[in-house]
């Protein structure tokens, strides 16, 4: 089944201890993405990916990291994570970066910091 | 820059009855994409429906309808029949050219309430 998978679905820690949220898709997709959704400020870029190795900005990078290795799998790390990252964070994926391709989203991950 | 704006926090439908969610966009680009989500409350995002700015018909996928007027600059969901289950939260979303290639913007959102 074509699918994006990030884990975990929950998470809940404490201020200062990193963390690392997985996201995988078996589509072959080049583009891949990280949200986090909050409610009043909807959802924002964190991060994108156009391909293998290239990386950039979104919207709200700050305090967020992110690697491309391989063109499957795309994670989104919390360095020193802080209360105001508790939010419900979205992993997605296109298959090209074109206005034509919508994305296919992971189930989400609900992080909670203490 | 692009922007989607969602103007009904919330909407109320009988089931079996059509309902229309509102999307206004802005954007300088010639070329783009607009695209419909579904959030249940259970936290998924569903992509439901497409609308390519060429396209001269309006998308259709089962239930599903956009209403894409251009010169208006809106796409508005229309979905048929409602169901019980259609209760959720409904994004719309653009991509689009120039500095933001690649990226999906999306508006605030409607939460549908599917009445029995």
């Known amino acids: 089944e074509a699918q994006v998978t990030q884990n975990p679905r929950y998470l809940i820690t404490v201020t200062g201890k990193k963390l690392t949220v997985t996201c995988s898709q078996n589509?072959?997709?080049?583009?891949m993405s990280w949200y986090r959704q909050d409610p009043g400020l909807g959802l924002r870029q964190i991060y994108y990916?156009?391909?293998?190795?290239?990386?950039d900005k979104g919207d709200v990078p700050e305090g967020y990291k992110v690697s491309r290795k391989e063109k499957r799998n795309f994670p989104l790390i919390l360095e020193s994570p802080s209360p105001n990252q508790t939010s419900l964070y979205f992993c997605?994926?296109?298959?090209?970066?074109?206005?034509?391709?919508?994305?296919?989203f992971g189930n989400g991950t609900r992080l909670t910091v203490t | 820059a692009q922007k989607i704006t969602q103007t009904q926090p919330g909407m109320f439908v009988q089931e079996k009855e059509a309902v229309t969610l509102d999307c206004t966009y802005d954007?300088?680009?010639?070329?783009?994409?607009l695209f419909w989500y579904k959030q249940p409350s259970s936290g998924e995002m569903i992509f439901l429906i497409y609308?390519?700015?060429?396209?001269?018909q309006n998308a259709t996928e089962g239930r599903y309808s956009l209403n894409f007027q251009k010169a208006r600059k809106s796409a508005n969901l229309v979905i048929s029949a409602s169901q019980l289950g259609d209760s959720a939260m409904y994004f719309c979303?653009?991509?689009?050219?120039?500095?933001?290639?690649?990226?999906?913007?999306f508006g605030q959102g409607t939460i549908l309430t599917v009445h029995p």
């Open positions: 997605a994926s296109r298959e090209f970066a074109g206005v034509t391709s919508p994305l296919h």
């Open positions: 589509m072959n997709h080049e583009y």
């Open positions: 990916s156009m391909n293998v190795e290239v990386t």
């Open positions: 954007t300088s680009d010639q070329s783009y994409g």
């Open positions: 609308q390519g700015s060429y396209d001269e």
């Open positions: 979303a653009m991509s689009a050219g120039g500095t933001s290639y690649g990226k999906l913007t």
